[in-house]
């Protein structure tokens, strides 16, 4: 799973678990988790254990940053529990330095701008987080370049370019909108002989 400090449960999903109890007696911290859909005779998600920043089915215990609204998993039947575009979790959790290398449950940033900011989410998952790679680069009519890279909707980027990779300097070339799960972007000046390239989400 991710990263875990000594101490400390961060990011965990713990649901369904027929006539037992999501978390109990906890000496460590409990943040970022979904504790769901557990059942127990009494107390059957949490029981002597101080969660922050969690989402709890049926939690009245208070306590930072905490949500009881049903996490809208993608399809608990399936074992997918990543989150929906709906769910109450995304970019509701707290962010920790360590975080900035870190990655989810799938192994994808675990920082991400979900929908309006970059806080990290509640869960194992992060929301719409995928490594940016280019996926592919042609040459367009009259000797111009064509990039081609991974894109969630709704983002921004930013197209650099440089002649020398051993100078710091880079020039932006464009800022653009995503055009859904693939960005395609045309450099017009087919009179360069060399130029390297870099995109940034804005």
């Not at 969660?51 to 997918?80: E, H, L, M």
């Amino acid at each position: 799973m991710q990263r875990e400090h000594p101490q400390q449960r961060d990011h965990r999903k713990l649901c369904r678990r027929r006539r037992r109890r999501g978390l109990r007696y906890c000496e460590g911290a409990i943040q970022n988790c979904i504790i769901w859909g557990n059942s127990a005779p009494r107390d059957p998600q949490v029981m002597a254990s101080a969660p922050s920043y969690s989402c709890i089915q049926g939690w009245t215990g208070g306590g930072t940053g905490n949500i009881t609204q049903d996490p809208r998993f993608v399809n608990t039947k399936a074992g997918d529990y990543r989150l929906q575009a709906a769910s109450p979790c995304i970019d509701k959790g707290r962010n920790e330095d360590w975080m900035a290398d870190a990655v989810d449950l799938n192994g994808n940033p675990r920082v991400w701008r979900g929908k309006s900011s970059w806080t990290v989410d509640i869960g194992a998952y992060e929301y719409g987080s995928f490594p940016l790679k280019c996926v592919g680069v042609a040459e367009a009519l009259g000797g111009a370049a064509d990039l081609t890279w991974n894109s969630p909707p709704g983002d921004t980027y930013i197209v650099q370019s440089c002649a020398d990779l051993s100078a710091s300097e880079w020039n932006d070339e464009e800022t653009i909108e995503s055009q859904g799960e693939l960005t395609t972007w045309t450099d017009s000046d087919s009179t360069s002989t060399r130029k390297f390239y870099r995109i940034g989400i804005r």
